[in-house]
């Protein structure tokens, strides 16, 4: 079985920083892609941004590039999310997802850690 454990969620007031992980662990034989998704109050949960094993890095949305950061280490099988100048659209449930070679390849999602941006 795969677990994937995040951190570093919080309270941040606008313009703040946070930096969020999100470690795997179990029997994991390869992980292909890392995503970070969030889901505000009210609205679906939507793609934030995405990174292969090679280091390829993808952001989903317009208002987050040069905000928000990807990256990983593969060596600690660890996705990380850097967010600076938050906002208070900001504001959500931040899972961190993985496609993981066990026996075979399959999907593991994290329990989601909150962020909040507010004064």
């Known amino acids: 079985q795969v677990q994937l454990v995040e951190s570093g969620g919080g309270l941040v007031q606008p313009g703040g920083s946070l930096k969020l992980s999100c470690a795997a662990s179990g029997t994991i034989g390869n992980i292909n892609d890392m995503r970070w998704y969030r889901q505000a109050p009210g609205k679906e949960r939507e793609l934030v941004a995405s990174?292969?094993?090679?280091?390829?890095?993808?952001y989903a949305e317009d208002s987050v590039k040069g905000r928000f950061t990807i990256s990983r280490d593969n060596a600690k099988n660890t996705v990380y999310l850097q967010m600076n100048s938050l906002k208070p659209e900001d504001t959500a449930v931040y899972y961190c997802y993985a496609l993981v070679l066990t026996y075979h390849w399959s999907v593991y999602w994290g329990q989601g850690t909150q962020v909040i941006v507010s004064s």
């Open positions: 990174i292969t094993s090679g280091g390829t890095t993808k």
